[in-house]
Structure formats: C-alpha cells, structure tokens
DNA sequence: TCTAGTCTACTTGTATACTAGTGTATCTAT
DNA sequence: ATAGATACACTAGTATACAAGTAGACTAGA
C-alpha cells in the first residue's frame, strides 16, 4: 500500500479514510485484498480505530466487504456497482445541473469561472494532472453551487467503483474535449439555459465508455 | 431517549444505529439535544464504540453534529436540508422506476404484487401503522428491482431530514390516496409504461407538501 | 461589581485490551 | 496415505483506558 503524508490537523479517520481511498482507485490495493485493520493501523502510525472507522464508510457503497471475523476484502469489480454509479452520476449531475441554472450566485459563478480558465490555462501547458484536480473541483463546485452538499459527498464515494475502472481504461478521454464541455457548461449555467446544460452533461458523461468485455478480458483477477 | 428491544444477532452498531434513527426521527430527541456517547451506551447496554460509529453515520448526512472535544448534537431542522433531501427523493425515485420499469423481474413485480395487496388489506381495516410499513418497503422494492441497493440506502439515512419534518405535519397523508398511487406505479411497473410511472411517482411525492412557515411558527425551538 | 484565573466535570479522539469466531496447517490415529 | 481432531494465528466486534480540549462554576483580588 501506498502511504501519503498525513496533513496536518488531519484526525486519523480522514487520513486512514482518504489512503484507503487513493489505494483503492488506483488499485495499489487489489480487488480481494485482505486489508488487516492492524496491518494498516501500523503502516500509517495511528491505531485501530481510526483506521476501522475509514472502512466501516467504504463498507457502506460496497467497495470494501468485511466478513465479520474473517476480514475486510477490497472488493472486487462488480459490473452491477460500476453501473449503480454511474447511474447516480448521471442522474444526480442532469438534476443539479438544473438547480444550479436556476440558483447559482454571483460569487459561485466567478469561482467557476476562474476554474475554467485556469483549466484552460493548464491544457495549453498540456498538464492532465492539474486538470484532472481541477475537474473534479468543477463539479464539486456545482453541486456547492445548488446547495446539494451532502448530495455530493454520497456521490463521491459512490463513484470510487466508477473511477477504479477508470483507472483500467486505457482510451484516455481528451482533455481538450474535458475543458470545452466544462466551458459550454458554465455559460449555459450564467445564461441559466437548463436545457442546454442537461444536454451537456449528458453529452459529457458518454465520453467516459466503460467496456465491461475488454477489461474483464484483459484483467480477469479484478472480478469476482 | 426511548430504547428500542435489541433485535437477536443484531450488532451492537447496527442497534445503536436504529435506536438513534428512531428517537431522532420521532423527535424524541429534540433538535439540539446533546448526545453523549458515554450516557446512551450505558442506557443501550453496549460500550462507547458501537455508539459512537453509528453517530460518525449519522454524522454524514449532517442530521447530527459532531464538535470536537466538545458533543453531538442532534441537529436543528434546517430547511436547506429538508430540500436536499426532498430533492434526492424526487430525482432517484423517477430514475429509478423508469429503470423499474425496464428491468424489473417477474419475481419482484409478485413481491410488489403482494405488497400491495396487503396494503389493500391494511386500508380496509384502517391500520395505518402497518400500511406506512408497506409503505416503505414498497419503495425499497422498486429500488432493488431496478438493482439500485446501494443507492437506496443513501437515500433512506438523507431522507431522515425529511421524515422528521413529517413527524411534525398535522395535514396526514390520506392513506386511500397513497395506496392507491403504489396500485398505480405497479400496474405502469407491470406494463413498462415509464412516462405514466415517472407522472405518479411526481403526483405522489407531492402530496407530502412541507409547509415550513407553519411549522417554525409553531415549533420554533426546534430551528437553528 | 467586575475580572482574571483556576478547578472541575464533561466531551470526543485515539489507543489498547479483551472476546469470540474462522480458516489453515499440523499432528494423530486408523 | 488419508481422514479427522486439534492447536494456532489470524480476524472483526466490543469494551475499556487514556489524552487532550472545552465550558462553566467558582474563587480571589482589585
């Protein structure tokens, strides 16, 4: 497992959740991996119970199973969780979306509006990992912006399924396309064109195809 | 705090979990209230750690409020809450019976076939107790009919901010009408008809209206 | 009367100890 | 050699102990 630095004034439950969390999506930590909460406990410096804690909250989207007196397993892909994400993804984003047309203030438009530009501004230096960040602060920004907070929350640790298959894609989504669908989103937001914002949503999500065969073909020992 | 009986097999946690949910919900424990991890492990008969992980879950949906080195507290009714609740609901339950309406196998339509009947029953002798149960259970059908398990449960724990406002509607829900609307998206479940499934569920939602000026007028202690 | 300080009684966060159950490897008996 | 019993090493669930911080009551002094 990969340990990241622990910030500071992070409580041990945040960092144990947020390691577990990195290690899973990027599958440093392999589907059917036992996670020993003493093991993990030791490795990050902090006892059990911080460390059972964080997967207690992953046990409950089903990305890790614990079997009680037997383990906590990382579990392994499931199709129908990959799915179940998605489709909370899709249906939560159109939905907000809307919400945001309707009520986005001032104050949250400028921030998206200097998110965009510095994605831009990072696409032009050809930097995937700066927007990919900043892509994840443009939805995030979204939902603040509908005042659908928690909403979000529920959406991010649900979508670990979805991004751990991200993770096996080889095809790369463009970043080029990523920014110009996020910019056509923030000006259908400021001329509060819900339409045109659902339709770009949903134009936005079916770049990310997900080919179920090819990845079980080529990493079989991932599904269960 | 009313105690519930703890169920056979039942864990510590998971009771913990239901205890809390009811007396919140029920307004037992009033908005405000101090929750000491201490106290209510002593009254359910369990140590602090199974109640403190089920007030870390509770945590999550911002129905309780944990400060640091200072309590939980039961959260005050906060009406931005309730709507991002309310708006969950409405956006998955009409997702999710459309995908019902798709998918849903031949053995679950007979468990709603049933339910519903019984619901049928339950009116007839006018036992509203055990209709609200079938009432929920309903619902819990159609989401696993559609495979959305997961995302059921996340809608239960943020719909606790809602429930707990209904507790304190006088205006009852006419339980003809609500058995009626469940008769209705079973026969649109039953004959794939999405477009007349997704109108009820959005006619049958609206029936619970919030009227949140008559409610902070009369209960304004419970309000931030 | 007011203010500064201190003490106490609480809180959560974290660490550790104990319990009971599971799977496996090993040993024994046939 | 094989089947069954058994010991062991691990697990999660729960209980308890300790650390660190907060709020409020109380006291002493001006």
């Known amino acids: 497992m990969h340990i990241l630095e ?22 440093e930590l392999k589907p059917g991996t036992l996670i020993s909460e003493n093991e993990m ?8 119970t911080p460390v ?10 089903s990305i890790i199973e614990t079997v009680p007196q037997r383990g ?3 579990a392994y892909i499931d199709p129908k969780m990959v799915e179940e ?3 909370l993804r899709k249906v939560l984003d159109k939905a907000v ?8 203030s001032k104050e949250y438009i400028d921030a998206l509006e200097e998110n965009v530009h510095l994605q831009e501004f990072y696409l032009e230096k ?12 443009f939805h995030e920004l979204i939902y603040s912006a509908a005042q659908k907070d928690i909403i979000y929350d529920m959406r991010s ?10 993770t096996l894609s080889v095809e790369a989504v463009k970043d080029l396309k990523i920014v110009n669908d996020h910019r056509s989103m923030l000006e259908a937001i400021k001329s509060h064109d819900k339409e045109a914002a659902v339709a770009l949503v949903e134009k936005h999500l079916n770049r990310y195809s997900f080919d179920e065969d090819r990845i079980r073909e080529e990493f079989p020992e991932y599904f269960k």
């Open 72 to 74: 906590s397993f990382v």
């Open 126 to 137: 050809s930097d995937t990992e700066k927007i990919f960040t900043l892509d994840n602060l």
């Open 97 to 104: 979306i809307e919400v945001a047309c309707d009520i986005a």
């Open 52 to 61: 059972r804690e964080a997967i207690i909250d992953l046990s409950k989207v």
């Open 41 to 48: 406990a030791m490795e990050l410096g902090v006892s059990r």
């Open 85 to 87: 994400s998605r489709f």
């Open 157 to 166: 640790t649900m979508m670990l399924h979805f991004d751990r298959v991200r």
């Open 6 to 27: 622990r910030i500071p004034q992070e409580s041990a439950r945040d960092f144990a959740f947020r390691v577990l969390k990195e290690n899973i999506v990027s599958l």
